[in-house]
């Protein structure tokens, strides 16, 4: 039996510009993770079991552009593995789906190590990466890779697209409040709406996203130095450029307001938007008064991480 984790993430900084090739921070969410058991079976054929999706097939059953079917089958195409392995493959996972936490990326990302693994054809992080992105595209329409990258890497990114990978020097930890709306919000979508404003107003939206590439890398900056009240308030300019691209939702936009009056130092939606997490960068003692005050206020489920 073969098994393999891959963390959730968050975007720190940067969604959606970074699609136009503006640079953006993102790092692991080790709290929670998809987690893919992958072992030799007795029964013919591949056979998928994923509690969390509600999925028990055979993989030929799967229609060709089901998610977790189009991973398996590019991998074996890629390992040129013929004829297909009995296998019996356990995928759990406890990143929300549709929520901005990198779920998808994270199934991919252990799926494909499991497989790599349990087949002997070995795959450096790197070719991990970029067939996680490949199947990204195949989902997504046109994502950046930052989602595979942080996933793959395990480890806080400065991620431009199609730039070579720069692992994130963070000065002194610090530690953040995950929010969730609840509300499922696919990234497609999201991503799709940018698009149709982008190609209306090519120049005004050109222009918004240099502001956001100039806040990420002051935020950069401010990680490195531990300038803490100067990264917080970066991420509440960060939130406004994201309301102004009709990415935000008034669960989300409520969510960041609590965790602001109750002693984050900024906040901001993450990932896709129009649904799914908020984060807060907080001081860590004030951590659990924030989660708190953030269920009250509605929020599905609080995660108090630290990236470092
Ligand atoms: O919703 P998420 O966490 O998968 O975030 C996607 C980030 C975007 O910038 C909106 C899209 C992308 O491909 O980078």
Redesign the pocket.
Known sequence: MTRSFAPG???LF??????YGRP?LAAPVTQVHADVEVRDSDHTGIWIDAPDVNLRAELNTLPSDDPLASVIHNFLFLARVSPFPKLKIKINSTIPVAS???S??AVTVALTRALSSHLHFAMSDEEINAFAYEI?KIH?G??????NTVVTYAKPVYFIKGQPIEILKVGHPFTMVIGDTGVSAP?KE??GAVRKLWEADRVKWERVFDEVGGIVRQARRAMKSGEWELLGGLMNVNHELLQKMT?SSPELDELVGVARKTGALGAKL????RG?NMIALVPLEMAEAVAGSLKEAGAKNTIITQVS
Do not use: R, W, Y
């Open positions: 993430k968050v975007i940067g969604e959606h510009a970074v699609v953006a901005g936490l990198g998808g990326a990204e997504h046109t994502p950046s890779g930052i989602d990234t999201s991503v990415v993450s990932g896709g938007g799914g």
